[in-house]
């Protein structure tokens, strides 16, 4: 004869079986939600993107329209006529046809100009590789990559540094993902550092974006410029590079990228080089400058912007911004600026408060931004070399 169970037991045996349809439900309610957030951060309208936009010193921005299966390479180049030949060459050695090559001069006072002019006679009458040179003033390397994007006419973008190289094969990868895969808007690969004095390379570290495509990702662990190449309709909806933001440009920008990025996929491979010299920089200034910070401090507030209209914010890119930020807040301090340093708080407790202890932190330097300069000066900045002093022969000791 079958057992009945008594009262208790029917009790006990309902309440696991609602706790177990609970956690069902629960988890069936956090996928739908990720799927529907994931469905809003890459179909925004374009009145929503557009309110992300900075504004361009050139008046416009790029067109919709394209040429199927063109690559454009947006080069920015200023002062490195030796530099920007050696890029040049990288995208001719290219397998991929056809390829427009657009290379913007942002105001070389060296002969950087009649390097690219007489390049572009060489290379000229290919009707598969088309070389074209801008000139504009002194704007900075952002306003030189948004004229390029606007004289772009290529259905997908590349960008490059003038001190950067390609491997002959990165074009030919991406496209051929891209026409292969509709929804694949952006093939990224890995990256070697090339020491330019002492011949040393290391493949660099890369986050991974094809399994995790959010602006998030790209937050936490970065995307070098030369490493993507981008659909034409992701950067239309992008909008321009911040021409405010000088360094942190490249950051920022990628992030912003990424709200408009169905699916990425990424190329385990050496493709691109990034080449350590002692040639002038677009984005390089002494230690400790104010403006620095200032465009720290704007790109992570961007970039925290970027991350929560999303629809899906994770918790840690939220943390890593926030504690991004405080450590902004501290050079500020230790360059001596602690009038700013106190603005930055006043102006970011939506992002600071996400850091591990973010309140307490926060209110502590806002008691040191109460000193003078100088002693914050005198106060921080040996210890913060110190500490770099540290951590330089740590590294090369685990090296």
Same mark, same amino acid.
């Given at each position: ?42 179909? @925004?309208? $374009? ?73 572009? +006679? ?13 000139? =504009? ?27 950067? @190289?390609?491997?002959?094969? +990165? ?10 895969? =509709? ?51 992701? @950067? ?61 401090? +704007? ?87 110190? $500490? ?12």
């Amino acid at each position: 004869m079958r057992h009945k169970p008594g009262g208790f037991h029917r009790l006990l045996t309902q309440k696991i079986r609602r706790s177990h349809q609970v956690r069902c439900e629960r988890h069936c309610g956090r996928v739908e939600q990720r799927s529907h957030a994931n469905r809003a951060r890459t179909m @925004l309208d $374009k009145e929503k993107a557009r309110q992300l936009w900075p504004s361009t010193s050139h008046g416009r921005w790029m067109s919709e329209e394209y040429v199927p299966g063109l690559v454009s390479v947006i080069i920015p180049t200023y002062n490195r006529a030796r530099l920007v030949t050696e890029a040049m060459d990288s995208v001719l050695a290219q397998t991929y046809r056809p390829i427009e090559l657009v290379v913007v001069d942002d105001g070389s006072t060296d002969d950087t100009p009649g390097v690219l002019e007489e390049w572009g +006679k060489r290379h000229a009458g290919d009707p598969q590789f088309e070389p074209r040179t801008f000139h =504009q003033e002194n704007r900075g390397v952002s306003a030189a990559r948004n004229l390029g994007l606007i004289e772009s006419h290529g259905e997908f973008i590349q960008f490059v540094d003038s001190d950067d @190289l390609l491997m002959p094969d +990165k074009l030919a990868c991406a496209v051929e993902r891209m026409d292969s895969w =509709q929804e694949t808007d952006i093939v990224y690969s890995l990256r070697s550092d090339l020491d330019c004095a002492t011949g040393k390379t290391s493949v660099a570290a890369q986050g991974n974006i094809a399994e995790n495509t959010t602006p998030g990702e790209v937050a936490v662990n970065g995307l070098q410029t030369m490493v993507p190449v981008f659909r034409r309709n992701v @950067l239309v909806a992008t909008g321009p590079w911040n021409e405010g933001l000088w360094p942190f440009e490249d950051w920022e920008y990628n992030t912003r990228a990424m709200l408009f990025v169905r699916k990425a996929f990424h190329v385990n491979k050496v493709q691109a080089i990034r080449r350590a010299h002692n040639y002038a920089r677009l984005t390089r200034g002494p230690r400790y400058r104010k403006t620095d910070q200032e465009s720290r401090q +704007k790109a992570i507030m961007s970039v925290c912007r970027a991350v929560m209209a999303s629809g899906c914010p994770e918790g840690k890119a939220l943390r890593v911004l926030g504690n991004n930020y405080l450590c902004c807040v501290r050079a500020t301090c230790v360059a001596g600026f602690p009038q700013l340093a106190r603005a930055f708080l006043n102006a970011g407790p939506e992002v600071w408060r996400h850091a591990a202890g973010g309140r307490a932190r926060a209110t502590g330097w806002y008691a040191v931004t109460l000193l003078p300069g100088w002693a914050c000066r005198g106060l921080l900045r040996p210890l913060a070399d110190l $500490k770099a002093l540290v951590r330089a022969l740590f590294c090369r000791d685990r090296r």
